[in-house]
């Protein structure tokens, strides 16, 4: 505790200590003045304050002299600027300080305070202490100051770097907004050639390069699928894989090798990096030895041997440069899809194949394997098909004797028409031309035109004579004739035995029989149709049905229920007299309701008979010329209703869709009084008026009708001018089928020679004007 001095009158506190290992002890007085400036020595801070504090918590001296003043004159504790409330915390640190943590913070009025004590024992037995307390603030202020002048450097530092920090951001953003705007048009499909990037980052190098590369290669993939997706026909696809491939992978030469129908490959197609190309060869085959993966082909100069076709054909492709080096070819075995071979694709190069180079092969050969795949698979449809349609024409022509070989020769001559018209360079064919697609729908048209005559009864289109059917029934009315005969011989027998005069008798008798005999030699002459029926023949026909025969057997027996409906419902029964020649109801037979309105609903304009088949006897006799009724007449006609019908319902591509019209055509007339559907010349599609020339061309010239006799060159060329004249036949064709002789080259291969007489060009084409 301190107390005044007596020898000076200045505070102080004494101190002792047992000096050890000697019998006495050592003591000392301390000026509490000396203490306090030692203390202020140590503050660290200027507002730090330190004190001395014993054991009962009093301060012994403290940093401030003003504190030791105020504890001299009685006054409560304090220590400098602290408060009592601060004091007494520094005391209370003081007494804990041995117990406690070195240093702990004290919140006070004062603010907040870190403070700590330390124990003195060299300094008594009393417990004294030193007791530290330092303002937080002012601990902390330089580290303030150090973290602001940081901050304001760091802010100062990044102010000035960062147009450098753009710039350089920008060098690494600006090539990778690239890549990705080139990115984003690959995933919109859009593969053409982009922007270049360039970057300093060796990384972004790398990644655009490889978007780069992947774009060209899906360029060129899909360039190459585009290109082979666009052609139809075999010829041209094969050379066109070929160079495209070639073109794709960069290589020297791309050859072909395809089975035959023995299954030998051979070269197909072949193309070289200088624009040499091969065709098929079917004189040499590929050696099995030959191809066999990733190997090297020399190509050698001079004479190769004979057997070694692939090395020649490679030898052509380059052209006989670098044949002195070495050359590596990868040959890959195409399959369909039901992994039947295909052919070899083999490709030449000066370098090995790498494996990303393998790998854009075998992608790339995907495409041609489909390419030729869906080529063979169209192919062999197209040529089941086609074959199909001529299987159908030549029935047609097999079924009837009178069409002969008209469905097969009608596609000749459209043919050799439609090449005349295309390379005519005047009048209205001018600019007329034929496509792939237009030889095509006239290849199937012309094959076609008369598929509906499959429907056309036979009995109808055979029908030679004016009362046939299925049989010339001219034979039921001779035995007719042969019945009226033998009544007429009862009569004159039961005359005689009734006592009448024998010689007229005998006369009465020989002028029936020739009336009889006249009566059916002119009935015979009408059936045939060589001659026409006149107002005076039709009249006699009429008179010779008056005459009347006894039936006496009921002809309702052994007849069809169809045959037996159509008799009347009053039909006598025997024994009946009967006319001669009968146009009875059971004769008549009336058309199906059903097939009526469909044909109404196809927009067909063709007067229609009321009835279907009229087969009465006179109403067959009288038919003015010909052996057809009009009611067989339409139904001969009918043919190409059935014909648009039926090729309507076909499900033809876009690119044949004009089939059924061309097919369909061939009987309208450039006057519009033609048929089905009375269509005037400007609106018939110009393969059908091509059709229509060839059509009656045919037909007049045919050798192999049976009901006509055919008409020579001259003479079925004024007959055509006739009709062309007439508003029949297109009048500009008719005058290229001349001009061009398209009538001679048809001849010279299929007419025989007495119809190849000379034809007066010149005049023909003057007559037409």
Known sequence: MPYRFASSGEFGISLSRRLQNLDGVAGADINLESLIGALATLKPTPEASIAL???????????????????????????????????????????????????RRIV??????????????????????MVLAVPEDALVAGLRTTRNDT???????????????????????????????EAERGRKFDFTAGESTHSVVTEINDLALSVDHMQHTIRKFMQLAKSVSRIRDFDRLVPLLTQEMQQATATQAVLLYMPDKDHTLRLWSGCGIGG???????????????VVPQGKIPIRTGGLPPEDACHRHISTLLNGTDAQHQHWFAAVTLRDKRDAVLGELLVIDRVPFSQERLAFLRATSGVVEVALDNDRMVKTQKELFSAFIRLLAQAIDAK????????TRVPILSRLLAEAASDTRQGAYASFGMTNESWEELYLASWLHDCGKVTTPEFVVDKATKLETIHNRIHEIRTRFEVIKRDAHIAYWKGV?????????????????????????????????????????????????????????????????????????????????????CDSSAFV????????????????????????????????????????????????????IQTIMMLSELPFPAHLENVPEIAGGHHERMDGTGYPRRIKGELLHPLARIMAVADIFEALTAPDRPYKKAKTLSQAMDIMVGMAKSGHIDRELLCIFIREEVYRAYAENH?????????????????LG
């Open 400 to 407: 009837s004797p009178y069409t002969g070989g008209h469905c």
């Open 589 to 640: 037979v009336k058309p199906d309701a059903v097939s009526q309105e469909t044909e109404d609903r196809w927009g067909f304009d063709m007067p229609r008979p009321e009835v279907l088949y009229d087969r009465g006897e006179l109403h067959n006799l009288s038919i003015p010329w010909g052996t057809l009724t009009s009611e067989e007449r339409y139904k001969i006609n009918e043919h190409i």
């Open 53 to 103: 504090i014993d054991a009962t918590g009093n301060i012994l001296a403290c940093s401030d002299a003003k504190g030791l003043a105020r504890r001299s004159e009685q006054h409560p504790l304090s220590c400098g600027p602290l408060s009592k409330a601060t004091a007494d915390e520094l005391v209370m640190a003081g007494k804990t300080a041995p117990q406690s943590p070195r240093f």
């Open 151 to 181: 901050l304001l450097l760091l802010a100062g530092g990044f102010i000035l770097l960062l147009p450098a920090l753009f710039y350089g951001a920008h060098l690494v953003t600006s090539p990778l907004q690239c890549v990705a705007r």
């Open 276 to 290: 040499e190309c091969l065709g098929h060869d079917e004189s040499e085959a590929l050696p099995p030895t030959t």
């Open 751 to 767: 007419l025989p020679e007495w119809q190849r007489d000379a034809v007066d060009a010149e005049a023909l084409l003057r007559d």
């Open 497 to 581: 035995s009734e006592g009448g005069d024998r010689a007229a008798l005998q006369k009465t008798l020989q002028d029936e029989l020739r009336t009889l005999d006249d009566d059916f030699a002119f009935v015979a002459a009408c059936n045939t149709g060589e001659a026409p029926v006149d107002d005076a023949a039709r009249q006699r026909l009429r008179n010779i049905a008056e005459r009347t025969w006894e039936r006496t057997l009921d002809d309702t027996l052994g007849i069809s229920w169809a045959e037996r409906e159509r008799k009347e419902p009053d039909h006598p029964l025997p024994p009946v007299m009967e006319k001669l020649l």
């Open 108 to 129: 006070t009025d004062d603010g907040a305070w870190v403070a700590g004590g330390e124990s003195l024992p060299e300094l008594g037995a009393n417990g004294v202490s």
